[in-house]
């Protein structure tokens, strides 16, 4: 059971990051999957990828990965997709290979 105007804000967050950092000719992938009780989404990318050292950090309201300071955008999208998705009971997370992309996956739990 979800809220399909903020579950929507969710994927419209993920989706336009997977596109403003990944180059022309990469791809983006969505993906779900039904995992016990929860059913866990994720939004791939072949992009520039997040450092390790900024991983833990982006979802911090206004922070911005140095390598992506002169990109648009204030830093607040995954901040309110954590808030949003928190609020559906679920868990939002991120996993990177530098230069080889990004995976974010969130879950909500099946009513
Ligand atoms: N798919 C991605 N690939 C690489 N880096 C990402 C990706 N998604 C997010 N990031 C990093 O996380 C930071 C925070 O993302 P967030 O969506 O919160 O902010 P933003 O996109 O910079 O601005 P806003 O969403 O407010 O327009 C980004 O600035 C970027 O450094
Ligand atoms: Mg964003």
Request: proline share 4%; net charge positive.
């Amino acid at each position: 059971m979800a809220d399909a105007s903020r579950i929507g804000q969710v994927f419209v967050n993920l989706i336009h990051n997977a596109i403003k950092f990944t180059a022309p000719g990469g791809s983006i992938v969505l993906s779900a999957k039904i995992e016990g009780p929860v059913v866990c989404f994720c939004v791939s990318d072949t992009g520039i990828g997040i450092n390790a050292e900024d991983l833990p950090r982006i979802f911090e309201r206004f922070y911005k990965a140095d390598r992506a300071r002169s990109s648009k955008g204030t830093g607040l999208g995954l901040s309110i997709s954590r808030h949003l998705v928190e609020a559906h009971g679920g868990k939002i997370w991120a996993e990177s290979i530098v230069t080889q992309g990004a995976r974010f996956y969130f879950t909500i739990p099946i009513a």
